[in-house]
């Protein structure tokens, strides 16, 4: 069974910092995407960022040039890094991943149980 558990979510002032990190562990053959999503309490959940094995990146419009997504391969890790946060960030913060846990077979999506991250004056 695969598993996904983000970490260091949290209460930030406005304009402050958050790195989340999400570790996958598990019975996994390999790890073909890895992403962020976020849902705001009566919100659809949104893509935030997302990364392939060859570190090609796409983030949503309302985070570029304050988010950054990256991934440690070797740790079967993905990361967040937050900056200048905005009230509108404020949500719960989940990790998506792509995953073969054979060969040949199909990959499954997963995700975490999410994080909480919030953004208050």
């Known amino acids: 069974q695969v598993q996904l558990v983000e970490s260091g979510g949290g209460l930030v002032q406005p304009g402050g910092s958050l790195r989340l990190s999400c570790a996958a562990s598990g019975s996994i053959f390999s790890i073909t995407g890895m992403g962020w999503y976020r849902q705001a309490p009566g919100k659809e959940r949104e893509l935030v960022a997302v990364?392939?094995?060859?570190?090609?990146?796409m983030y949503a419009d309302s985070v570029k040039g304050r988010f950054t997504i990256s991934r440690d391969n070797a740790k079967n890790t993905l990361y967040l890094q937050m900056n200048s946060l905005k009230l509108e960030d404020t949500a719960v913060y989940y990790c998506n991943a792509k995953i073969q846990i054979r060969p040949w077979s199909g990959s499954g999506n997963y995700w975490g149980q999410g994080t909480q991250v919030t953004v208050s004056s």
């Open positions: 990364i392939n094995s060859a570190s090609d990146i």
